[in-house]
């Protein structure tokens, strides 16, 4: 069964930092691209960074600096890493897999005071 599982999520406050982890199962993970999107209230969803087999990676500009995409094939699990968090980085964050066309169920993140 071809499936991603995503914990680490939870509320925060500005500046404070979160690590989210995307466990995978069902297929061959060390080859595919792996991305993390995110989607707020009343938005839409948003690709936030990916990760390729050869851990090439990419971010939007809003999260450059501050996030941290990373994979560990041994454990079929892919990070992100998220440092100084903002408000306007509160949303439900999903993994995503393109060759199996799978997605996570998501995990909520939110930054307030």
């Known amino acids: 069964q071809v499936q991603l599982v995503e914990s680490g999520g939870g509320s925060v406050q500005p500046g404070g930092s979160l690590r989210l982890s995307c466990a995978a199962s069902?297929?061959?993970?060390?080859?595919?691209?792996m991305i993390w999107y995110r989607q707020a209230p009343g938005k839409q969803r948003e690709l936030v960074a990916t990760?390729?087999?050869?851990?090439?990676?990419n971010y939007v500009d809003s999260v450059k600096g501050r996030f941290t995409i990373s994979r560990d094939n041994a454990k079929k699990t892919v990070y992100l890493q998220m440092n100084s968090l903002k408000p306007e980085d509160t949303a439900v964050y999903y993994c995503?897999?393109?060759?199996?066309?799978?997605w996570g169920q998501g995990t909520q993140v939110t930054v307030s005071s």
């Open positions: 990760i390729t087999s050869i851990s090439t990676t």
């Open positions: 069902g297929f061959t993970f060390r080859a595919s691209t």
């Open positions: 995503h897999c393109p060759p199996y066309n799978v």
